[in-house]
């Protein structure tokens, strides 16, 4: 029996035969004249194609002529540029709260001037420890 090959195959490097036998491999397990049938390939060429597929761990022979999709290399792209794109969100996401959050802490230091005008030093040092708590200051200190 073969060894596998350490790498996966990259997108780039699967041409159209491969690309439909992983499309008929999704669907469920298939034998070579199966897949032959169904993508227009020639079953030898479907043989060869599985065989490279499998050297790289993406197929499995389970039985004599009964192969399954084990890992798609074309969802490691999906995976990478979903990752790049929920990292661009969190991004945005993280730029808003920022934003706020200075927002929220401008808004508190007015309230406290006022506080502080109206009742005196205790409030304000009330006022100060909630504010120390919003910037995450356990001390109470500014």
């Known amino acids: ?28 397990r298939a034998s070579p004249s199966y897949l032959a049938e169904r993508t227009g390939v020639e079953q030898t060429y479907i043989n060869q194609r599985l065989r490279r597929l499998d050297e790289h761990g993406h197929v499995e022979n389970l039985a004599r002529g009964l192969w399954e999709l084990v890992d798609d290399p074309r969802d490691d792209v999906d995976r990478a540029d979903a990752t790049a794109d929920d990292v661009a969100e969190l991004e945005r996401e993280v730029a808003d709260l920022q934003a706020r959050i200075e927002s929220a802490q401008e808004w508190l230091e007015a309230t406290i001037e006022a506080i502080t005008n109206v ?11 909630a504010q120390a708590a919003l910037k995450g200051d356990e001390d109470g200190e500014d």
């Open 119 to 129: 009742n005196g030093a205790e409030a304000e040092e009330n006022a100060r420890a």
């Open 1 to 28: 029996m073969a060894t596998k090959a350490a790498s996966v195959l990259e997108p780039r490097q699967l041409n159209e035969a491969d690309r439909k036998i992983l499309d008929e491999l999704r669907e469920g």
